[in-house]
Antibody
Framework: EVQLVESGGGLVQPGGSLRLSCAAS????????MNWLRQAPGKGPEWVSF????????YYADSVRGRFTISRDNAKNSLDLQMNSLRAEDTAVYYC???????WGQGTLVTVSS | EIMMTQSPATLSVSPGERATLSCRAS??????LAWYQQKPGQAPRLLIY???TRATDIPARFSGSGSGTEFTLTISSLQSEDFAVYYC??????????FGGGTKVEIK
């Protein structure tokens, strides 16, 4: 069974940093592309970032480019999202997602507030 | 960036009735269109990909149709567990992946 479990969310002040992780299991992680998406309260999902299976190809949404960094460790079956210079508008539930098959984790809440 | 527009924003339907949800793309996405269902406090769940292919374990009462810029999700006979928010998402021209604003299906 495919499982994706996010962690690392919490309350952070504007301008602060947070690192999210996604632990993958139930499939050969190194063979699959992955995404981070987020969903602000009461809003629809928003794509944040993409990384291909080997980590060589990376894309970011305009809203996070230059502040967020996606990475993966295929040996540890882990996907990360380093988030710097956080803003109030980054407040959301963050999900990791495997596009092939449409698998999503349960999400981790990030709240940016003073 | 391809904009996705869903209508209506809210659909009031009685259990057992048919529900028809629409999604329009600002330019052609061919058949690279997915539908998701989301219930409160849960992650989105993939229902349909390729505009019309049901994902694993999705009941046959869910069907998708369309191509190009106009798409439809039909729920043939609404069950109590189907009351939720539904999103369409294009993956034809990305980045970015883009989602519609959602249609809330509520009990009439």
């Amino acid at each position: 069974e495919v499982q994706l479990v996010e962690s690392g969310g919490g309350l952070v002040q504007p301008g602060g940093s947070l690192r999210l992780s996604c632990a993958a299991s139930g499939f050969t992680f190194s063979s699959f592309e992955m995404n981070w998406l987020r969903q602000a309260p009461g809003k629809g999902p928003e794509w944040v970032s993409f990384i291909n299976s080997g980590g060589e190809t990376i894309y970011y949404a305009d809203s996070v480019r230059g502040r967020f960094t996606i990475s993966r460790d295929n040996a540890k079956n882990s996907l990360d999202l380093q988030m710097n210079s956080l803003r109030a508008e980054d407040t959301a539930v963050y999900y990791c997602m495997r596009p092939h098959g449409g698998y999503w984790g349960q999400g981790t809440l990030v709240t940016v507030s003073s | 960036e391809i904009m996705m527009t869903q209508s209506p924003a809210t659909l009031s339907v009685s259990p057992g009735e048919r529900a028809t949800l629409s999604c329009r793309a600002s330019q052609s996405v061919n058949s690279n269109l997915a539908w998701y269902q989301q219930k409160p406090g849960q992650a989105p769940r993939l229902l349909i990909y390729g505009a019309s292919t049901r994902a694993t374990d999705i009941p046959a009462r869910f069907s998708g149709s369309g191509s190009g810029t106009e798409f439809t999700l039909t729920i043939s006979s609404l069950q109590s567990e189907d009351f939720a928010v539904y999103y369409c998402q294009q993956y034809n021209d990305w980045p970015p992946l883009t989602f519609g604003g959602g249609t809330k299906v509520e009990i009439k």
